[in-house]
């Protein structure tokens, strides 16, 4: 409806006058604007390739896609769900859950809500209220709270930064509680 009314509308103006050269600009950008700049999906499923190799898979009940002067940006609505994959494309590295999901295509950059939970291949694991992935950088961040488990160890806080495959994290703000035993007896 929307498309019909401004082709109407751009037939009109033609018609009853001659145009600028900037109001014919003005025209084709509403016409393009209504065309291209927003593309939305229900049942979202979408494969992000880098350099002809599979990155990684994006499912979501829903998303749209909307084009901007800074680049195309992708919002996806939950429960979204991400696999991850190795440098070959071929293999799920990690999986993603989470509320709702931001994709900066110019930039390669994620920003995740809603609860994210991230399981690597290696049983590492990420709980975080929001999260920041930095794609390029393969870099994870956060000023939340969040738990990294890894098969090793356990640790909570707020504040982290952390390569994407959890392989290396700090916590900026560690928080909880640690019991230590203790021994009474003097050494000599």
């Excluded at 070959?88 to 900066?104: N, P």
């Excluded at 930039?107 to 999260?131: C, E, W």
């Amino acid at each position: 409806m929307k498309l019909l009314l401004l082709a109407l509308l751009a037939a009109v103006l033609i018609q009853c006058t001659k145009l600028t050269e900037y109001d014919l600009q003005q025209v084709r950008r509403a016409m393009n604007d209504s065309l291209t700049s927003r593309t939305e999906s229900w049942d979202f499923n979408v494969v992000m390739m880098q350099k002809g190799v599979r990155a990684f898979a994006i499912e979501a009940p829903y998303g749209f896609s909307q084009e901007t002067d800074s680049g195309s940006i992708t919002f996806v609505k939950g429960p979204v769900h991400v696999q991850v994959y190795d440098s070959t494309g071929l293999t799920v590295d990690r999986t993603v859950t989470c509320g709702a999901l931001t994709y900066f295509a110019r930039t390669s950059y994620l920003y995740m809500t809603g609860g994210v939970h991230i399981v690597t291949s290696d049983s590492r694991t990420l709980r975080a209220g929001d999260l920041r992935w930095l794609q390029q950088r393969n870099l994870l961040t956060s000023e939340g709270f969040v738990t990294v488990v890894t098969p090793d160890d356990s640790l909570s806080g707020y504040g982290l930064r952390a390569k994407d495959d959890l392989s290396e994290y700090r916590i900026r703000e560690v928080t909880g509680e640690v019991s230590v035993e203790r021994n009474d007896e003097k050494t000599p």
